[in-house]
């Protein structure tokens, strides 16, 4: 090697380690905002994962409703003949006081179709308001059966406490919280 070379090489050998033992690594600033913006990403995570877990909620609790509302409609079907008259409307869980059930239900001979519209309403209320059951369907659930003689079409809405949920501008979502099925036989 050339004298001249071998000067810029020590030179530059001893620029390198002089410019590399002013640093020390990390500052605590740097250490402080990586810290800052991991925990932002994991709030704005754990936001996402409640608001899932709120909406899947939601729909488990409108699931059991549409169960109850065709629970109910099979019912009037099963029971023709007093349905087509109103027999099964107007009804409401919300007015019932005591839920028992006629004689007639658990015998070999069955209930005759009076009966079994009875049957079916407190049956249908014990699902609605989870009683004689460790744990309710719905929470706070309510039934209604509205019955048109004019156009012969039955209404079936099951309504329950479920916390509101915001929509895209702050609003609370409406009607979030009942299903209603309409239906004729």
Known sequence: M???QAGLFLLGRLSLQRRGSNEQGFTL??????????????????GL???GMRNNQGAYLRT?????????????R?????????????????????????????TTAGCSPADRVTADQMEWTQQVQGTGSDMAMLPGGEGTIAYDSGTGVYTVTIQWDEGSR???AGEDIVGDNSYTVNFSL
């Open 2 to 4: 050339h004298k001249q």
């Open 49 to 51: 994962l409640f608001e």
């Open 64 to 76: 059991q409703a549409s169960i109850l509302a065709y629970d109910m409609a099979d019912r009037m």
């Open 78 to 106: 099963a029971n023709s003949a007093p349905a087509q008259n109103g027999d099964y409307g107007p009804f409401s869980t919300a007015l019932v006081q005591s839920v028992t059930l006629p004689s007639c239900v658990g």
């Open 29 to 46: 600033i740097e250490i402080l905002v990586t810290l800052f913006i991991l925990a932002v990403g994991l709030l704005g995570l754990a």
């Open 166 to 168: 915001g929509g895209d």
